[in-house]
């Protein structure tokens, strides 16, 4: 017997503080690219491998916003304040998707990077990069309906 799977991207809830990142872009929403791989394997001459593990759990997440998002206000902010004072401006971060049981999270995160600005007859998006340390992950399978 086949089983359905339903995917709602509305499901997909990022949380920057405590504020509910809105107003992504149509076509994605964000990224999250990891520093290292989780092993490395060594392999000597004679063929023995050896699997280091990976203690580098750092990432960096790219939120891709309309320009009209209210959360480019709350990001900015964040991104000012540790400006201002490099203890203030940071903030955890949590990523869920209630289609699976993904869930990322990251206690310690700050603005890596604003966006660039650009403004034309239509809005733009903006890119902004945050910076995560020991990100814990679990990257779940969609759930049956």
């Avoid at 339903?6 to 990891?34: N, R």
């Avoid at 997440?61 to 203030?88: E, G, I, W």
Wanted: charged residues 15%.
């Amino acid at each position: 017997m086949s089983k359905q799977y339903d995917y709602d991207i509305s499901k997909v809830i990022v949380v920057v503080g405590t504020h509910s990142i809105s107003g992504f872009v149509d076509a994605e929403m964000f990224t999250v690219t990891l520093d290292a791989p989780e092993n490395t394997t060594t392999v000597d001459i004679h063929g023995n491998s050896t699997i280091t593990k990976s203690n580098n759990l750092n990432a960096t997440c790219t939120l891709f916003l309309t320009q009209s998002s209210p959360s480019n206000s709350v990001l900015s902010n964040f991104m000012n304040a540790k400006r201002q004072n490099p203890n203030l401006g940071m903030f955890p971060v949590s990523i869920s998707d209630g289609n699976s049981d993904t869930l990322l999270t990251s206690l310690s995160a700050w603005v890596q990077k604003a966006p660039d600005i650009t403004y034309g007859n239509t809005p733009s998006n903006r890119e902004w990069e945050i910076r995560l340390t020991n990100v814990a992950k679990y990257i779940g399978g969609a759930k049956t309906v």
